[in-house]
């Protein structure tokens, strides 16, 4: 089975880091883009940061200079380091990803998302 794992959320204080780990797992034989989105409560889902095969980074600009992406392709993970910590950025971290996925005898690609993981920043 094809997932997405999430792991690393929890409380930290205003000012803190934290860091997340999405794992892709299942017979994966590619992972093209790689994103991160934050959910705060009673809002829609946001694009944080994402990252390419590559390695080519883009950040929305609430993150930018104080969030980090990178991806460790040999383990099909993707990281977000969040150093700086505002209580606005409190809520549900989801990844996702696109995902080429052996099904049988057909290769397919689609996309995934994580469970999510939850941030909570205090004052």
């Known amino acids: 089975q094809v997932q997405l794992v999430e792991s690393g959320g929890g409380l930290v204080q205003a000012g803190g880091s934290l860091r997340l780990s999405c794992a892709a797992s299942?017979?994966?034989?590619?992972?093209?883009?790689m994103r991160w989105y934050h959910q705060a409560p009673g809002t829609q889902r946001e694009l944080v940061a994402d990252i390419t095969s590559g390695g080519s980074t883009n950040y929305a600009d609430s993150v930018k200079g104080r969030f980090t992406i990178s991806r460790d392709n040999a383990k099909n993970t993707v990281y977000l380091q969040m150093n700086s910590l505002k209580p606005e950025d409190t809520g549900v971290y989801y990844c996702?990803?696109?995902?080429?996925?052996?099904?049988?005898?057909?290769?397919?690609?689609?996309?995934?998302w994580g469970q999510g993981t939850q941030v909570t920043v205090s004052s």
């Open positions: 996702n990803a696109q995902l080429g996925f052996q099904s049988g005898d057909r290769k397919q690609f689609d996309y995934f």
């Open positions: 299942g017979s994966i034989f590619s992972v093209n883009y």
